[in-house]
């Protein structure tokens, strides 16, 4: 038996017009329909939606999701459908996915306001570090082709469950790093829906382990002569993952990456503005240029949140293409 519900989110898009320098808005509707794996699902979904108005902190509500976990069945799932898309398996004892994916909904609006700015000026979408496959799904029906990569033995199998049977997407458990055929050992945190820290067995805490796998580099995985848009969330590894990306950048493909606000030296961002010729945006409340290390820093206001934006070389079509594709009001999936 499943029970489901549906509602729509209307999520103001701004921009500024490539050629006049004025703002925009435009909107995208986005409609979410959730369903349970069971009646005992969905009481545990109503508990921890009520729970929420409780919890003062982030560290508060994970202990509530993980507490209710212990009295439900590990089983217990949400299953989020947007726009009628794939669905995305949630797990109930997830303390990440069900703050930010069903309370905190829409889920990075501004990765989603990239994702229809670029649909229709290319054919390739690689979401690096997929995590569990929320981008791999909403991105299936938009793009031609759909690479995912994860690295995680266990995240992996959650992301296989989510879109391994949608037939134009890829996936690859593997690290996305410098170069291809390297070996890394990475520390898969116990508390965190992230997976990569790249660490030693040592520095692993009680519920953590640490994995070995394989590299692979962005060149080796997006065709020579295709601008791709590429998801890049790896967890401190972005510069080299950036470095692996020489010929892709080269080859007009943008970023999406994540600089986080506990990184005061904005580590990404400021590798790709020494690479020279690059241009960085915020996409957070449209696409505004970030022309140094200091605007990026200014933006990051919450040292526990990661920050998207965009990145590419400034004679890109596919960038050139997305900056018109924001400033056009009336974006819709």
Known sequence: MQISHTSARVTPVFGLHPRTGTRTQGAMTQHREISFSSPAAHLQYLL?????????????????????????????????????????RISLNDGYWTRFALYHFPYEPEVAAALVAARDHTQLFCDLGANKGYWTTQSAAMFE?????????????????????????????????????????????HLSHASARLLGAEDAGQGD????????????LVPAGTAALIKLDVEGAEVAAITGAARA???????????????????????????????????????????????IRALKTDPYKGYNFLAARADS???AAMIEGFALPGQSR
């Open 48 to 88: 921890l939606m009520g729970l929420f108005r409780l919890a003062v902190t982030r560290a508060l509500y994970g202990r509530f999701a993980r507490g209710l976990g212990r009295v439900f069945s590990p089983a217990n799932a949400a299953l989020l459908r947007i726009d009628g898309g794939p669905a995305f």
């Open 145 to 189: 082709r759909v690479i995912a990569v994860e690295a995680s033995a266990q995240t992996f199998d959650a992301l296989a469950q989510n879109a391994g049977a949608l037939s134009n997407v890829t996936l690859h458990r593997t690290a996305i790093h410098a170069q291809s055929g390297e070996t890394l050992t990475f520390l898969n945190t």
């Open 209 to 220: 382990q640490t994995e070995t796998v394989t590299t692979l580099a962005i060149d080796d």
């Open 249 to 295: 950048l080269r080859d007009g493909s943008v970023l999406i990456y994540e600089d986080h606000g506990n990184d005061p030296a904005c580590t990404p961002s400021a590798h790709l503005l020494g690479l020279g010729d690059m241009r960085l945006f915020a996409v957070e409340a449209g696409i505004v240029a970030m022309p140094d290390v200091d605007a």
């Open 317 to 319: 079509p596919l960038l």
